[in-house]
């Protein structure tokens, strides 16, 4: 007969054959919390570098005045999230829209070994070191007059929006002007104190587009403005996606409407509502008296409040309101 000793030798060696068989397991680490980092990297992008961007080394500063900026024109920080890389959401849809558009200096950043599957947990401790890492890179180029904060947008994803609050624990120039928080990560997030975690504290403006409430993004609202695509909860079209879960549709649509919104000649048009529950009972409708917000690129910083509208199931998204923009396009807020 087998003794409880033994049984529980081979209970044990059970699970650590199953740890060493998820191997992804031992990717999981906390990096060190020192700028510049290894694991944070920064690339500039162009219409001239579009498809080989310019590594912006904080290891040799002094190169970054070097590096091909375009002259007079604004600067717009892109983050990406968990599992997420410089050429995974919000680039793949923002970068190429703002580059299209016109010319600018778009930084994207990379903290993928930070972010690696299955490591949530320490995903989200690293991200301080992201956060103070940018803020680095910002307060060396403002230093030097390249920029200036006026010049200045960040845009952030899922965990790349709570970082891109993050930023305001470190920057030394000055409080961000304008911050875009692409359904901002909710797991980890929901009771964090507000320093570790996107809020309108972080910048004169912020924003924050909502499309995935009940599983990755956060409900609360998070900015001066806060809009809720369908609800924020269920976007159109996306149950019938075959190349990613509902979920991850939802999660993922923040991004694409805000790519849509640099050159939409509709717009992302909300009416306002004094709350989410409020609309969710059915007590908010838009009629011809309410108030009105535009979305994404082109949203006033003066905008306040909770705003609701919804969208196509597909691309063009946009769905307006009872006139359109004008032909000519105003320049996007950075």
């Known amino acids: 007969m087998m003794n409880a000793g033994w049984i529980c030798g081979l209970l044990c060696a059970g699970m650590f054959v199953g740890v060493i068989a998820d191997w992804n397991f031992f990717k999981c ?5 020192r700028c510049p980092n290894e694991n944070v990297t920064f690339w500039l992008y162009t219409r001239a570098t579009a498809k080989n961007p310019t590594q912006l080394n904080m290891f040799e500063p002094e190169t970054i005045a070097s590096a091909p900026f375009v002259a007079n024109r604004p600067l717009i920080v892109l983050i990406h999230g968990y599992t997420g890389h410089k050429d995974y959401a919000p680039n793949t849809s923002i970068r190429p829209a703002y580059l299209a558009h016109d010319d600018y200096n778009i930084v994207t950043l990379d903290y993928n070994p930070l972010v690696l599957e299955p490591c949530y947990y320490q995903a989200v401790r690293n991200l301080a070191v992201v956060a103070n890492c940018t803020a680095q890179l910002l307060d060396f180029m403002i230093a030097r007059k390249m920029f200036t904060l006026d010049d200045i947008h960040v845009i952030g994803f899922s965990l790349g929006g709570q970082t ?3 930023i305001a624990n470190y920057i030394k120039a000055g409080k961000l002007r304008r ?3 692409l359904d901002p990560a909710k797991p980890l997030f929901v009771t964090a104190p507000n ?12 924003q924050v587009i909502h499309t995935d409430v009940f599983a990755r993004g956060i409900l609360h609202p998070s900015g001066h403005v806060d809009f809720y695509v369908n609800g924020g909860y ?5 149950s019938s996606q075959t190349a990613m879960t509902p979920g991850e549709c939802n999660h993922n649509r923040a991004p694409e409407y805000y790519a849509e919104s640099i050159a939409s000649t509709k717009g992302f048009w909300g009416y306002r509502c004094a709350h989410w529950y409020l609309y969710m009972l059915g007590l908010c409708a838009k009629t011809s008296n309410s108030q009105l917000a535009i979305m994404g690129a082109y949203t006033p910083k003066e905008t306040r409040g909770l705003y609701f509208l919804n969208c196509n199931s597909e691309s063009p998204f946009a769905q307006g309101q ?10 996007p807020y950075f």
């Open 195 to 206: 320093e570790y975690k996107l809020d309108q504290s972080d910048a004169e403006f912020v």
């Open 234 to 238: 269920e976007q159109p079209g996306c």
């Open 179 to 181: 911050i875009t928080g």
């Open 322 to 331: 009872d006139y359109t923009l004008k032909d000519q396009l105003p320049v």
């Open 164 to 166: 891109s609050g993050m």
């Open 29 to 33: 680490f906390e990096t060190p919390r």
